[in-house]
């Protein structure tokens, strides 16, 4: 299994914006589907925007839709999630996931995903 490494996060106010990032830990390539998936504080995780590594397709949950964008740049094996006119509802724990049975097509469900990081929090306040 691969160790998968967040960047971002951090606190903001409804309407505002953040960017993540992710990245295997040590420089390893990644030549797999990434994504994000979040857990809210009493909730089951759930899938938020995934890319595929070749053609670069992409999937997102429908709450998410029109307000976050994933990108990825696979020479640095690095995914972004860019977060725009976040809201509280947005608040959890993000965490980057990969899967390694995937490299053109994308998965929506969470648990299929199996490389994983260790989740940086988002908090959006009111």
């Known amino acids: 299994q691969v160790q998968l490494e967040e960047f971002g996060g951090g606190l903001v106010q409804a309407g505002g914006s953040l960017r993540l990032s992710c990245a295997p830990s040590?420089?390893?390539?990644?030549?797999?589907?990434m994504g994000w998936i979040r857990q809210a504080p009493g909730k089951e995780r759930e899938f938020v925007a995934a890319?595929?590594?070749?053609?670069?397709?992409?999937a997102y949950a429908d709450y998410v839709k029109g307000r976050f964008t994933i990108t990825r740049d696979n020479a640095k094996s690095t995914i972004y999630l860019q977060m725009n006119s976040l809201k509280p509802e947005d608040t959890a724990v993000y965490y980057c996931?990969?899967?390694?049975?995937?490299?053109?097509?994308?998965?929506?469900?969470?648990?299929?995903?199996?490389?994983w990081g260790q989740g940086t929090q988002v908090t959006v306040s009111s």
């Open positions: 996931a990969g899967d390694s049975d995937r490299r053109s097509t994308v998965g929506t469900i969470w648990s299929d995903y199996d490389d």
């Open positions: 040590g420089g390893t390539p990644y030549k797999y589907t």
């Open positions: 890319i595929s590594w070749r053609d670069q397709n992409t």
